[in-house]
């Protein structure tokens, strides 16, 4: 708005231009755009302090912080599709939980990928936490399934397990994610306390789909939004927000152990302008 | 579908004759939301529409008895203009082995894709060497060595604590003397924004005049396409892109995006995980799929 002295439609298409340039969508960003205009800002920069508190409000309710079970081992079970971050997403959390000194436990249900086990090990053992894994090629399951029973008797503060990337749109894949949730459903009540959707901050509209379609199958329960650090603006999660009520909880904004913060709306929706 | 779209915005037309410049307007409309909903930048939808509106208002659709099919049929044309040729060819070298560099942002399927090259390249009678640059990521150097263990093609490394300039510097000497006439160079994702690992692509460039160097980008990748395009572009001059994801349902604006603002050719797509699934790239698939 610098330079902008008042408020005409030539602004209004400029802030639309932003917003959808932030991958927020046409659908959100008109809804958006048409709650301000009912606010009848009358200078530019009331004008975008407006969007900022719509956006701002949207995310607000779907803020939140991690569900961790208050007497037993927690679980958090890491989803998403692939390359998007979760494996590395992972190792952030395990130094967060061991920093607060936690008991942590992790297991390599990514059965399927070239070296998925070995990096999550590398991981495992920089963060000096246990490890829980089969030989490439085992069934996710049968991983989970020990992870379970190991933390049940040592009483471990916290498990989380790794899962393969896998395209939302692949049904067998999808069932086998299921699986993965029964396992710990059954083996441990309340279990998964958490279903962490990794979503990639440079995703476009499919973002929508992926957090759909996953909750849908393995009932997501928060989102973590990575990858923050790079150019994208990742507006997908007002999208998101807007149309399924999921919340935001962390945000990855790069590959060491320090890059995981809190997700705060306020400073999401400010940064959409700079 | 655009065309189910386009169809109810004419269905409205009852008179024949010069369309009104309100029906021009609601169907460029139609049109722009349909890319933007397929992740084309908006910047370049903005030029898009700008070629569509020349077209729309001229005689082909004015005097069409089915104005809708003829829009559509527009946008298609130069959705495949821009698209540019189905090709899948790759540079070769002059003399020597031909560097293949394949770079990208974080996650978006290079290690993947350099295995897919390799046996791609392999079923064609040539001979290629894959390179395992990226010191970064753990275990990324196993992850092409596990690759290329199951393809039973080589793979050339120096471990983890080498760098990357190095490691890519002494492929070429080990191509050279073992005759492979292909290296495949995989290296670490990176954010356009990291000044110093940006120039570090530019300094293996230097040192191993690549054929061709490939950006590999992720078929859901939104606006951030045109951004990522244009700075990888800047840096190296990229001779290609490999789209990859392809079997999901993004609808892959991305391209378009990339066509429009580096004119740089889609040379393939990765359509999955397996070391098989890399395909040419099709121009008139690709334009029926943005256009959903
Ligand atoms: N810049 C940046 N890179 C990230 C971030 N999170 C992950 N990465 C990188 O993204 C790439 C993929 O990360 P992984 O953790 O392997 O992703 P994944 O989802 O486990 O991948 P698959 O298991 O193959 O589906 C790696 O190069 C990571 O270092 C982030 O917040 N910022
Ligand atoms: N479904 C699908 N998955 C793919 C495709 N190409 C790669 N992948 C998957 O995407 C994830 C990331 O692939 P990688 O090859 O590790 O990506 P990368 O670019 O080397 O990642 P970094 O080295 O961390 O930057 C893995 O889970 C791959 O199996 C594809 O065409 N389709
Ligand atoms: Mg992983
Ligand atoms: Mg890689």
Redesign the interface.
């Known amino acids: 708005t610098i330079g902008r002295t008042k408020v005409d439609e030539e602004l209004y298409q400029e802030m639309e231009?932003i917003l959808?340039?932030?991958?927020v969508?046409?659908t959100t960003t008109l809804k958006i755009i048409e709650q301000v205009r009912e606010k009848r800002p009358q200078e530019p920069t009331q004008l975008k302090d407006f969007i900022v508190e719509e956006i701002s409000l949207i995310l607000k309710h779907e803020e939140g912080k991690l569900n961790m079970s208050e007497e037993s081992p927690t679980v958090i079970m890491v989803v998403g599709?692939?390359?998007?971050?979760k494996t590395t997403t992972i190792a952030k959390l395990a130094a967060r939980f061991k920093a607060e000194g936690k008991s942590v436990l992790l297991a390599a249900a990514d059965t399927?990928?070239?070296?998925a086990i070995?990096?999550l090990?590398?991981?495992a053992n920089r963060v000096n936490v246990s490890l829980i894994k089969h030989q490439p090629g085992a069934d996710p399951g049968a991983v989970t399934y020990d992870a379970i029973q190991s933390i049940k008797a040592r009483n471990t503060d916290v498990l989380i397990v790794d899962t393969a990337g896998r395209?939302?749109?692949?049904s067998n894949l999808m069932n086998e994610l299921a699986k993965v949730r029964r396992v710990c459903q059954a083996q441990l009540p309340g279990a998964p306390h958490e279903v962490l959707l990794i979503l990639?901050a440079?995703?476009?509209?499919?973002?929508l789909?992926q957090a759909k379609q996953f909750t849908e199958t393995v009932g997501v329960t928060g989102l973590a939004l990575t990858?923050l650090?790079?150019?994208?603006?990742g507006g997908?999660v007002i999208a998101i927000s807007d149309q399924l009520s999921l919340p935001v909880k962390l945000i990855g904004c790069g590959?060491t152990l320090e890059d995981l913060i809190d997700f705060s709306g306020a400073d999401f929706s400010r940064a959409l302008f700079e | 579908s655009l065309s189910e779209k386009l169809s109810a915005v004419f269905k409205n037309l009852r008179r024949k004759g010069k369309l009104s410049a309100k029906d021009i307007a609601l169907t460029l409309r139609e049109i722009r939301l349909a890319l933007l909903e397929a992740d084309v930048n908006f910047k370049v939808v903005k030029e898009f529409i700008r070629r569509i509106k020349e077209r729309a208002e001229g005689k082909e659709v004015l005097e069409s008895l089915t104005p809708a099919q003829q829009v559509v049929k527009i946008v298609h044309e130069e959705l495949i203009g821009i698209m540019g040729e189905s090709s899948n060819q790759l540079e070769r070298a002059a003399q020597g082995p031909t560097v293949i560099m394949l770079v990208g942002l974080q996650g978006s399927g290079k290690t993947t894709t350099v295995a897919k090259l390799a046996k791609h390249l392999s079923g064609n009678g040539q001979n290629p060497l894959m390179v395992a640059a990226d010191t970064y990521r753990p275990a990324a150097i196993h992850q092409l060595n596990v690759l290329g263990e199951n393809l039973k093609l080589p793979v050339f490394d120096m471990g983890a604590e080498a760098d990357p300039v190095d490691i890519v510097n002494a492929s070429v000497s080990r191509a050279k003397s073992a005759n492979y006439d292909t290296i495949i160079l995989d290296t670490a994702g990176r954010l356009t924004c990291d000044t110093e690992m940006m120039a570090e692509l530019s300094r293996m460039k230097e040192k191993t005049s690549p054929a061709e160097i490939l950006l590999v980008l992720d078929a859901m990748t939104g606006q951030d396409a045109v951004n990522t395009a244009e700075a990888f572009h800047r840096e190296l001059n990229i001779s290609g892109v490999i789209l990859t994801k392809l079997d999901g349902d993004a609808r892959g604006g991305a391209a378009l995006s990339i066509r429009m603002v580096t004119g740089c050719p889609i040379k393939f797509v990765g359509v999955g995980e397996k070391i098989e699934a890399l395909e040419p790239f099709y121009p008139d698939r690709m334009a029926g799929r943005i256009l959903g």
């Open positions: 231009d959808i340039g932030a991958d969508g046409v599709v692939n390359g998007t971050g399927f990928r070239a070296a070995e990096q090990e590398i991981w395209l939302h749109t692949k990639d440079t995703c476009g509209q499919n973002g789909l990858k650090d790079g150019t994208a603006k997908i590959e």
